[in-house]
Each structure stands twice: as C-alpha cells, then as structure tokens.
C-alpha cells in the first residue's frame, strides 16, 4: 500500500504539468483565432465588404517617369510633359464596340481612332488599360468624368509624354521615342512587361534608343478596387516604381543650334569635337525634322515629306553618312609614307599634271601640274600626283593601317543610330568583299581618298583631333549618368613621331594662312585663334578620257547629284588646340568654295562661345561675314529659350 501511494504522488505533478501545457497552447490557440477573427471583422471589414459586393481587386503597371537628357550646361533637350488622356479597360467596359458608341456620344471619336482602339483591345489582356485618345483637352478629360456612371471600364488619366524642347537642332543626336508596336516586340527576346501597355513609349532612334534600358526606368504597380461595373473605387496601395537615369551629354545645346542654322540650305553634316577629352560638342545634320512630330503621330504627309526628300532629313550623316574622303585624306598617306620612311619631308615629286600607271593616266587636280613638289607642298595645294607616287611607294597595307589608327574605318563607339564603320581598304578587304586581287591603282585611288576608302564626318574629326594631339582621342556624347561622370576620352599617346606630327601639323597651317595654300580665304584673321586644317573635293562620277579632251563639265552644269562633295577639316587654335572641326557638304563642288567657309565660321563659333567680332575675319570677308551672321541670328531668333534643368 505504501509503495502504490508513492506511485500516486508521483504521477500527480507530471498530470499537473501536462494540463498546464496543453491550457496554454489552446488559450494561444484561441488568442491566434481571435486576432485573426478581429483583422477580418474590424480591421478588414470595409474591404470585405466591397469584395462581397463583386467588387475586385485589379493590379496595374505604373510606367515610371523617363529619364531626361540635357547637354553640358543642363539645358534640356528631352523631358516629359504631362497629358491628358482617356483610357478603356475591355473587361470593365462590357462588349467594346457598344462601350466606344457611349464614348462617342460624349467626345470626338472618328472611324479610324475606333477601329483602331477595338484592335488593340484585341491585341492585349482584357484587363490591360488600352488608350482611346491621347493628348485631349481638359473639356474631354472632364465631360468624361462627369458621365462616369454610364461609361463603365472608361477613365481620364493624367500621364507622361516625351517632348523635345530643341526641336529640329538635336533631332539626330537626341532621337525620338514613339508606341511599341508588334514588329518592336518580334525583335526582343524578353521585352519588359512595360512593353505590354499600349501606346507606351520607347526610344525609337539616336540616344533615345541606344540607353533605352537606362532611360525607361523600373514599372510601378498599383493596386486598386473596382464595382461590378468596372468603376475604379479606390487605391489600395502604389509603388511608383524607379524612374529612368537622367543623361547628360557633351553637346553644347547653343554651339549645336549655331551649327544647324549655319548648315541651313545644304544637305550637310558637321562635327566639333573637344580636343582634350574628345567631347562632341556639336553634331549637326541638314537638313533635319522636327523629333515632336513622332512622338504625338506622325500624319502621312508629313511622314511622306520627310521619306521622299531627295536630301535626306531623316538621316544622320554626320555618323551614318560615309563618304569619299577626298583630299582630306592625304594626311593619312602622308603620316604612312613619312612613318614608314619611304620618304622625307624635304624629297619632292614631280607633277605634270597626271601620273601614268600601268598604262592609265590619274590626273591632279591642277591639269598643268604644280612642278616640283616637296612634302609642305602636297599638302598646302593639295596636289595629287605627290600621293599618287608616295602611295605607290608605302603600299595599301600601310596606309590602311595608318588610317585604322586615326579612326578611318573604325567604328566610333557612339550611342547614335546606324553608326557607320567608313571604309579603310587593304587587299584582304577587297578579296573578302569584291573577290578581287588588289590592283595598283586601286592603292593610287585610295592615296587621295577616293576608290573604295569611305569616312564618316565624325571619323574625319576623329582623325584630325589625333593629329592636332599626337592622341588617341576618341569621341564622347554620354558626359554624365544620374551625375556620375563617364570615362574621357583623352586616350593615351598614338606612337607616332612627333617630330612628323609637327610637320604635317604646320603644313595643314599653310594650307590655310599661305597665300597659295587652298583654304587662304577662309582663314582665321584673330590673333591667337588662327587654325590648321585641309580643303577636299571627292568626285562622284567619272570622268572619261573623252570629257577630258574637250573638257571637264563644270560642277555648276551638273545635276546636284552628280556634283562633288565638299569636304574641310580644320583645328584650331594652331598653337594650343582646342576644337577639331570636319564640314561635308553633299555635293557641294568644292572644299575650299562652300566647306572650309562653314568650318571657319563653326570654329570661330567655338572658340568665342558666341558670334565673333567680324574684325576675327579677314578685311575681305567681314561684309560676308556680316550677311552670314544676320542670316544665321534670323534663324536662330525662331528657337525656344533654354529650359535649364537638373543636370
């Protein structure tokens, strides 16, 4: 008896225990149901109670804000403005033709706009918001509103839409943004879910399209409560999601517009770019169109303008545009043949007025000849039977190298559309291309620039910088991201000669300030500001032996199609140089006539920051001058006023 009442004593504790444990659990049990119980009754009872009314909760993508680009003084050149505009969601709205008849009855809606809105609620999920109308009035916006109640799945938003405060000046550069369409989408391999929103905006050309990952930005979302009828109630909660990068670029947004009033009239391209850092600070294309037109609907006139224009506007022929360097490039032969050693500056080339190879006369320019011709010479009048010999003599293997190495045939790495690589050609280029063996002549053409070589102005700008620096310049447009600065381009040393560099460097001088030299009346008056730079004219036709004989056809009497291009490049000042500057002129018959004017006047835009006084011109070309000016602040009165922003 003693041991089972032991027993008994010892169990009741542990029992004691055990119920105390399993109270606890079920009080926290029962505390864990009563907390919940309160969050639905109490807490949530509201949303519970629109969910029991067949009320919905819909979840929608934010398009984050875009990001702006401005130039190098934190002017705009690409912002977002806000629109008005009214949205249907096909799953709120009921069957959708009948829903847009309700539509029609309160706001301007014609046939096209209609179809067009039934096929893209076709196109999308039945719960994405498609766009009706954009960019409508506030009369619209609030005729809408009020007629809510019969306009289920319908509603005014207040959104974002690109605009281009410089309009036509940085058209090229800039580029434009327009709607995603399905031929966009068949290109990508995992578009963002933002794509999906109609009428959304991506970039489209230039460096709209090229940061277009930086620029979009990350989706918002936002949660809200809809009745039965599709009417949005109220917001639950929003993430606005992460804006894009703003971008600043190296233009100078006033010495642009100078360049792109100063090309009006010509179909043309010019480049300035910073010596120091290769910024390009201007990039001008003519003629050129308005980006605004794009973003808000092009209409088939203007976009049949545009397509049909024999000059080009929609192209960007400053990067886009290769063309046959001309005399520009000799000074690409004549560093290949004085880096090589084939010859010195001080041995001279006969010129008779033509140089026969291999049975084919090539002619000079010059058709008596200049006589003899010694290495400051070729350059300063441009004679090209000293580079039809020097060629021969440094062979294509060489030249083209030398011009890879000054940025001939290198694709500049800009964020620009349809960046052309230009042409440096050496025999494998040619059996790789024409499946052809390499002729002598061909090395004869290519000397002066013509034959296959092709360059872009950007990469003759390119060329000239180098040569002002003896360094491997390379061009910069993105200056900034977000304000976090992007990598020079100062580039290190080239390995050339220096001692050469020097004397192409003067004779490009004498190309302009020697009286003979064929850029002389587009000289630089100013002292301290004087500039270096070499004329060039690539033809664009042949010339058969025949014309030759009675004559060659004056480029006035040609077609402007069949006219010579004009091409300048120029640095200055000579002494310590600031700005490389190249000019090509479409047709334009002659470097020194109609290019090397253009460059004189860009660069002496450059160097003061402003219109320069006309006594920076020489005595003989200040009235010129004068009229140019005029001509150039009349155009120029009609551009918007900088808008400064945050860069």
């Known amino acids: 008896m003693r041991n089972a009442r032991n027993e008994g004593s010892e169990v009741w504790p542990r029992m004691t225990r055990r119920a105390a444990l399993l109270g606890t659990a079920q009080l926290g049990l029962m505390g864990v149901l009563g907390w919940r119980m309160k969050q639905l009754q109490v807490d949530q009872a509201d949303e519970f109670a629109l969910l029991a009314e067949e009320n919905r909760v819909n979840m929608r993508l934010i398009p984050p804000g875009r990001g702006l680009i401005f130039d190098r003084n934190g002017v705009a050149l690409a912002t977002n403005e806000p629109v008005y505009r009214i949205v249907i969601v096909r799953e709120a709205a009921g069957e959708p033709r009948e829903a847009l008849a309700r539509l029609a009855a309160v706001m301007p809606l014609d046939a096209g706009t209609i179809e067009a809105t039934l096929a893209e609620m076709e196109r999308v999920a039945s719960f994405v918001p498609v766009t009706v109308r954009d960019r409508v009035s506030w009369d619209d916006v609030a005729r809408v509103t009020a007629n809510a109640p019969a306009l289920p799945g319908v509603t005014a938003e207040v959104g974002l839409s690109r605009s281009y405060p410089r309009g036509p000046d940085t058209a090229h ?120 037109l794009f973003v808000r609907g092009i209409s088939v006139p203007d976009w049949t303008a545009l397509n049909e224009n024999i000059y080009r506007p929609l192209a960007a022929k400053a990067v886009q545009g290769a063309y046959p360097p001309g005399s520009t490039f000799k000074i690409v032969t004549a560093l290949a043949a004085l880096e090589a050693g084939v010859i010195s500056p001080e041995d001279t080339v006969w010129c008779g007025g033509y140089t026969e190879v291999s049975g084919i006369r090539f002619h000079c320019w010059k058709r008596g000849g200049h006589g003899n011709v010694d290495f400051n010479d070729s350059l300063k009048y441009s004679c090209d039977c000293y580079y039809y010999e020097v060629g021969q003599r440094v062979g294509i293997e060489a030249i083209a190298a030398m011009a890879r190495r000054m940025g001939v045939g290198v694709r500049p790495d800009v964020p620009m559309s349809a960046v052309a690589e230009g042409i440096a050609p050496d025999a494998d280029w040619k059996r790789a291309h024409h499946d052809e063996a390499w002729r002598v002549g061909d090395t004869v053409n290519a000397s002066i620039g013509q034959g296959y070589v092709l360059a872009t102005p950007l990469q003759l700008a390119v060329m000239t910088a180098r040569v002002a620096t003896g360094r491997e310049v390379a061009p910069r447009l993105v200056r900034a991201i977000d ?18 560099l020097r004397r192409v460097r003067a004779s490009m001088f004498d190309v302009v300030n020697h009286a003979r030299g064929t850029a002389h009346k587009a000289r630089i008056a100013a002292a301290g500001f004087e500039m270096a730079g070499k004329t060039g004219t690539s033809q664009v036709r042949r010339i058969t032996a025949e014309e030759r004989a009675r004559g060659v056809t004056s480029n006035a009497d040609l077609p402007w199609n069949r006219r010579d291009h004009a091409l300048w490049v120029d640095f200055a000042p000579y002494d310590n140089p600031r700005f490389a500057v190249s000019v090509v002129v479409e047709h334009g018959s002659g470097g020194s006539t109609t290019a090397a004017p253009i460059g004189r006047d860009v660069t002496l835009q450059a160097l003061y920051g402003g219109f ?33 922003g945050r860069a």
């Open 173 to 292: 550069v800039v580029g434009y943004v327009g709607p995603v369409s399905d031929y966009d989408l068949g290109l990508m391999e995992d578009p963002d879910p933002l794509f999906q929103i109609p009428k959304f905006q991506f970039g489209k050309t230039g460096v709209e399209a090229k940061l277009e990952d930086l620029l979009r930005g990350k989706a918002g979302t936002q949660r809200i409560e809809v009745n039965s009828v599709g009417r949005v109630m109220r917001e639950l909660s929003r993430d606005e999601g992460t804006p894009g990068a703003d971008v600043q670029l190296s233009l100078d947004a006033e010495l642009q517009s100078y360049v792109e009033a100063r090309l009006a009239g010509e179909s043309a391209a010019c480049v300035v770019m910073d010596c120091e850092s290769g910024d390009l600070l201007a990039v001008g294309n003519a003629p050129t169109f308005d980006p605004n």
């Open 483 to 500: 304000g976090v600065e992007q990598p020079s381009g100062a580039g290190g040393p080239l390995g050339l000669n220096e001692n050469l």
């Open 612 to 644: 320069p006084p006309l006594d920076a011109y020489p005595s003989d070309k200040r009235e010129e001058a004068g009229q140019m000016q005029a001509r150039v602040r009349a155009l120029l009165q009609g551009r918007p006023a900088p808008t400064l």
